[in-house]
C-alpha cells in the first residue's frame, strides 16, 4: 500500500508520518504542495507544522496549494485522507471537514500527553481500534480548540462522527472535548493530537497512535482481496 | 495634469470650492484604491484573546471597560477606480481567504 | 548622506569630523582605523569597523583569556572543526559529526522578550546550518530576576514565548534547558540558547570565500533596519543629503521563523546538491560582518555592490545597509556552473536568492554604492579587531565573603523541621517544577527525541538503524562562581558533564556561554579570567575539548554586576540509546544507592539561599576524577541493563534528587540516611547521583561500583505512596506533587 504524505512550506511531522506509515507496514510517498499529482497513492495524510508559517489562519493557505485541488475532488470520492494538527486545520479550512480550530483557551501553545478515547472505531484509520479504547498520544499545539456551532456539534455527535474525544478536560478548550472528528462518509478524518510521536515507547509516550496508520494499511489489505 | 499643478492653478485663480470639487473627483479617479477589510470572529465564537486583554486592562485601572472583542485589520492597496467593481472583488477575496466564514465575519470599506 | 562619501572623498577630506564616539569607537581605535586606510575612512567604513570591533563581534577584551580555551592535541582528536569556526565539529562515529554552540541574546530580550529570544534562536539555529549540518535540537539556559518580581512577570513569559514560537514553528525540539532566578538578573535576564546539528563528515562546510570570479549571494529574507541604532549617527555627519531622513529606526530585530524553515530546507538541498564553495550566516552586524569574515578567510578579496542588495526598505544608505541585523539572511559563495541550479532551488523553496558580488583575487574587500567606492579595506583587519589586556583585580570583598560561611546558619534539627525545609525547598521557584514554561516546547518534532526535560540531560537518537545518539546538557551556578569562579566553573562544568552521564552516553565536548558585567571593572575581569582558567583546566583534566561558544559582558546595571555566570554545554555520544536510563523512580523495590562521597558543604548552596538569603563561604570541592569514574560508571551499569533509574544531584542536594526521583517515577521510597541527617539532605557535594537498580541486578551493581572506586551507599528501596526516610520523616507523594507543580503557575499564569 502506498500513502502519500503532503509536504507544505513549513510541514514540520511530515517525515514522522512517514516513519510511522513505514513502521505500519506501507510504502510512504511524497506529494510536494505545488505538483497538481497525487501520484496514484492509495490515502494521503496532511502532516502537522507550521505551513506558511500559520500566516493569516493555521491552513488558510495552504488549503489554497495545487495538490489540495487533486485532493479534495479524490477525498470527496472515497480516497481515505488522515489531517493530524496543522492537517486538521487545513481540511477545516478546505471544508473536508466542517467547523474550525481556534486558539488554545490558556491561550499558549501546550505539549502534553493527553489520554484519548476512540467513539468511532470504524473509519478506515481507526478501525483496527475498539471502541471505547483509550490511547496515550500528544498534543502540541496552540491553536487546537475545536470549535463549531451548536447545530454543527449536534450533527457530528448524532452522526457518530467524532471519532476521538480527550479523556478528561480538553487542555485546549475544544467544545464537547472532541480532539478528532471525521467526514460523513467516515474516510477523511481530522485530529489534533500527534498519533506519529506515538508509535515506540522509545521515543513517545507509548505506541498507542500506530493504530491510525495500521488500520488504514489493513482496511486496503482487507479491501484489495 | 499633476495634481500639485491644478491646485495650484485653482488657488491662484481662486476658485475654491468648483475647482477643488474637480480636482476631488479626479482624485478618486485616480489609478490606485485603498481598501480596509475588518475581520472579527463571530460573536458566539469564545475569543480568549480578547478576555485576557481585557483582563490585562482592568488590572491597568481601566475597570470602566466591560467587554473586549479582538480582530484583524487589511489594508489592501487595489489597482484601478474604486467603486462597485473594486469592493466586489475584495468582498470576494474577504469570504475566500481573508475571513474563515465558519467562525469569522468581515466588514469593508474603500478608504479615502 | 554617506553615499556620497566615498573613498576618493574621504581622501581628500582627512580632517573631516567623523562620529565615531557615537558608534562606540575609542579615540585609538578611530586613529587605528586611519593608520590602516591610510586615510579617514568613508562612513561606510566607519560603520563597518565600529561594528566588528564592538565587544559583542570583536571579543576584543575577553580575546586574550579565550584563546586559553583553544583544546590540547589530546583533547583534539575527535574535532573537526574547533574554535574560530561558526561552531565547534565532532566526530561521533559511524561517519556521523555534530556541531553545537551556546550563545547569548541577553540585552534584546530585556527590550523586547518575545522577539529578543525568539531572534535568539534564530541566530543560533543559522550558526549551526552555516557549517553544514541539519538543525536537530535547541535548548535553553534561562536566568531571571526574582520570580515574583514585577518585571520577571514582564520578561519571563515574553522570553518563553518568543522561544516558543521560533523554535516550535522551525521544528526544532527543545529538549532541555535551565531556569534559575536571582536578584542580580532583574535589569540583566540572561537568555542562552544552544542549538546542536547533525551531519555527514563529507558535509561539513567552512565560513572561506576562495576562487576568484566565483559569485556571491545574499539569500533569504530582504535587509531592513532592524537593529540598526548607531547608523542614525551618521546621518547627521557633515556630508548629510539626508534632509528630513527620519532619524525614528526600529532598533528590535524581528524573527520570521517561516522564513527560517525555508532557509534551513533551501540550504540543506544546497548542500547535498554541491552547489556551495563557501558559506556564512548573517547574525550580529549584518553584511558587514558575513562578506569580512567571508573575505578574510579565503586567500582573495571580494567585491560587493551593495546597489544589489534585495532591501525591504528603498530609503537605507550604505552604512544602514551594513549594520542592518535583518533576521533570516546567508552568504554563499557559488561557481559560476552552479549558478542556475543554486538559483533553482531557491526558487523552489520560495527564498529570494541575489548576486551581490564576486570573489577577486587582490585581497582587499570593496563595496560600490551608486557608482561610487565606498568601502575599500583589507578584510582581515575589521574581521580580527583589537585585542585587549584589561586591568585584573581579586573582588576586594572576596577575602570577606569566603570567610562568612554557611556554618553560623541555623539548621533543621528533627524530623518536622527537615520535613519543613524539604518542602519549602521544593516549592521554590528555582527548584520547582518548570513544566509551566517547557510545556510551551515542542519536544516530539522529528521523531527523535529519546530522553527531554526534566530528565538530566536530552538523549536525540540519530540514526535509526544502529541507535547511536547524541545528549547534551547545559549548567551553570552564578553563586558557585560568585564565591570562587575558578571552582565555581569548575563545578558547572561537572554538573552537565555528570548530567550527560546519567543518560547514559559518554561525554565528549564542551560548548560555553560566558556572562558577565563589565569588563572596564577590573573585578569582573579577573572573575572572567579565573572562570576560563577554570574551564580550561576542568577540559583538560577530563580530556574533552572547549569547541566554541560565546562571551557575553556588560550584563551589568549601574554598578551592579551580575553574579559571574558561566554557562556550560556538554555533548555526549550514546552507542545505544534504548539503554537509557532516566531520572524517575519506575520500578518498584528497586534498590536506591547514593554514589560518590557526601562531605558537610552548604556554601553556595540552595539551602543557604533560599532558607536564609546567605550567600558567603567556598563552593563545594571540585574532583574531576571522581566524576570521570561516575559517569564511566552509570554509561556501563545503564549499557547493561543494570539501572532502573539515574538522576544526579546538585541543587539542593539529595533531598531535592529524592523528590525528583519519586515524582518523576510517580512512586515513593523507604530510606535510611547515613550520617547527619541534615548534612545528608542537603549538602552540595559534587560528583554524586542517585540510582535505583534493576532487580536482582544489586551483586553486578556493586561489584561495578567497587572495581570503579565510587562509594555506593545502600539508601533503600523504591515503592509506596510516600517519601519515607526512616525515622525522620514521610511525605505523601500527592503532598510533594502539590508544593512542587504549583509555584510557576501561581506566578505566571
Known sequence: ?????????????????????????????????????????DAVILPGGFSYGDYLRCGAIARFSPVMAELVPAARAGLPVLGICNGFQILCEAHLLPGALTRNAGLRFITRDVRLKVDNA??????????????????????????????????????????????????????????????????????????????????????????FFASVVREFAGAAR | MPWQLYASWALATRLDALYLTIYALFALGGYVTRVIVEVMLKPEIHDPQGEAVLSASHRLGFGNVTEVRQGKRFELEIDGPAGGEALAAVEELARELLANPVIEEFTLRAAE | ???????????????????????????????????????????????????????????????????????????????????????????????????????????????????????????????????????????????????????????????????????????????????????????????????????????????????????????????????????????????????????????????????????????????????????????????????????????????????????????????????????????????????????????????????IGEVTGDGTLTMTWRGGTVVRIPPRTAADGPVYNRPMSRPADLDTLQAAGPDGLERPKDGPALRETLLTLLGAPELADKSWVTAQYDRYVRGNTVLAMPEDGGLLRVDEQSQLGIALATDGNGRYCRLDPYEGTQLALSEAYRNVAMTGARPMAVTNCLNFGAPEDPAVMWELAEAVRGLADGCAELGIPVTGGNVSLYNQTGNNAILPTPVIGVLGVHDDVR????????????????????????????????????????PPTVDLDAERRLASLVAAAARNGLLASAHDLSDGGLAIALAESCLRGAQGCRITLPGDPFTALFSESSARALVSVTPGREPEFAALCAANETPATVLGATGGPTLAVAATFEVPLAELRQVWERTLPALFS
Request: include cysteine; charged fraction near 20%; hydrophobic fraction near 40%.
Open chain 3, 1 to 355: 548622506m554617506s553615499d556620497k562619501d566615498t573613498v576618493e572623498v574621504a581622501a581628500d577630506t582627512p580632517e573631516l569630523s567623523q562620529p565615531f564616539a557615537a558608534l562606540g569607537l575609542t579615540p585609538d581605535e578611530y586613529e587605528k582605523i586611519r593608520q590602516i586606510l591610510g586615510r579617514r575612512p568613508t562612513a561606510a567604513e566607519l560603520a563597518l569597523y565600529s561594528v566588528m570591533w564592538s565587544e559583542h563581534c570583536s571579543y576584543k577584551s575577553s580575546k586574550v583569556h579565550v584563546r586559553k580555551l583553544a583544546p590540547n592535541e589530546q583533547q583534539s582528536t575527535a574535532l573537526l572543526a574547533g574554535i574560530g569556526s561558526n561552531a565547534g565539529v565532532v566526530d561521533i562515529g559511524q561517519g556521523y559529526a555534530v556541531t553545537f554552540k551556546i550563545e547569548s541574546h541577553n540585552h534584546p530580550s530585556f527590550v523586547e522578550p518575545h522577539q529578543g529570544a525568539a531572534t535568539g534562536v534564530g541566530g543560533i539555529v543559522r550558526d549551526i546550518l552555516a557549517m553544514g549540518a541539519r538543525p536537530v535540537g535547541v535548548m535553553d539556559a534561562l536566568r531571571f530576576g526574582p520570580a515574583d518580581a514585577h518585571d520577571t512577570a514582564r520578561v519571563l513569559p515574553g522570553v518563553v514565548s518568543g522561544i516558543s514560537f521560533y523554535g516550535n514553528c522551525l521544528g526544532l525540539p527543545n529538549i532541555g534547558g535551565e531556569l534559575a532566578f536571582d536578584a542580580c538578573y532583574s535589569g540583566n535576564p540572561l537568555v542562552n540558547a544552544l542549538c546542536v546539528g547533525v551531519m555527514r563528515h563529507a558535509d561539513l562546510k567552512s565560513a572561506v570565500a576562495t576562487g576568484p570570479g566565483n559569485k556571491v549571494i545574499l539569500f533569504g529574507s530582504r535587509t531592513g533596519p532592524d537593529g540598526v541604532g548607531g547608523a542614525s549617527v551618521l546621518a547627521s555627519a557633515t556630508f548629510s543629503g539626508a534632509e528630513g531622513k527620519a532619524a525614528k529606526r526600529p532598533s528590535v530585530q524581528v524573527g520570521d521563523p517561516f522564513m527560517e524553515k525555508l532557509l534551513v530546507e533551501c540550504c540543506l538541498e544546497l548542500y547535498a546538491a554541491g552547489l556551495i564553495e563557501g558559506i556564512q550566516d548573517l547574525g550580529a552586524a549584518g553584511i558587514a560582518c558575513a562578506t569580512t569574515e567571508l573575505a578574510a578567510g579565503g586567500d582573495g578579496g571580494m567585491n560587493v555592490n551593495l546597489d544589489d542588495i534585495p532591501l525591504r526598505d528603498p530609503a537605507l544608505g550604505p552604512a544602514e545597509i551594513l549594520m542592518s541585523e535583518s533576521q533570516e539572511r546567508m552568504m554563499a559563495v557559488v561557481s559560476p556552473a552552479n549558478m542556475a541550479t543554486f538559483f533553482q532551488v531557491c526558487a523552489k523553496w520560495d527564498v529570494e536568492a541575489t548576486i
Open chain 1, 122 to 211: 470504524k473509519t478506515p484509520w481507526t478501525a483496527g481500534y475498539v471502541s471505547g479504547q483509550q490511547l496515550l498520544v500528544p498534543l502540541k499545539s496552540g491553536e487546537g480548540a475545536f470549535a463549531a456551532d451548536e447545530a454543527t456539534l449536534d450533527a457530528l455527535e448524532a452522526g457518530g462522527r467524532v471519532v476521538v474525544r480527550y479523556d478528561s478536560d480538553a487542555p485546549n478548550g475544544s467544545a464537547r472535548g472532541i480532539a478528532g472528528i471525521c467526514s460523513e462518509a467516515g474516510t477523511v478524518v481530522g485530529l489534533m493530537p500527534h498519533p506519529e510521536h506515538a508509535i515506540d515507547a522509545l521515543t513517545g509516550p507509548s505506541a498507542d497512535g500506530l493504530g
Open chain 3, 579 to 618: 539503554r537509557r536510563a532516566g531520572a524517575g523512580f519506575t520500578t518498584e523495590g528497586a534498590q536506591v544507592v547514593l554514589l560518590g562521597s557526601t562531605r558537610d558543604e552548604l556554601g553556595g548552596s540552595s539551602w543557604a539561599h533560599v532558607i536564609h538569603g546567605h550567600l558567603g563561604g567556598h
Open chain 1, 1 to 41: 500500500m502506498q500513502i502519500g504524505v503532503v509536504t507544505f512550506p513549513g510541514s514540520l511531522d511530515d517525515a514522522d508520518a512517514a516513519r510511522a506509515v513505514r513502521y505500519a507496514g506501507a510504502e510512504p510517498v511524497s506529494l510536494w504542495h505545488a505538483d497538481r499529482d497525487l501520484r496514484g497513492v
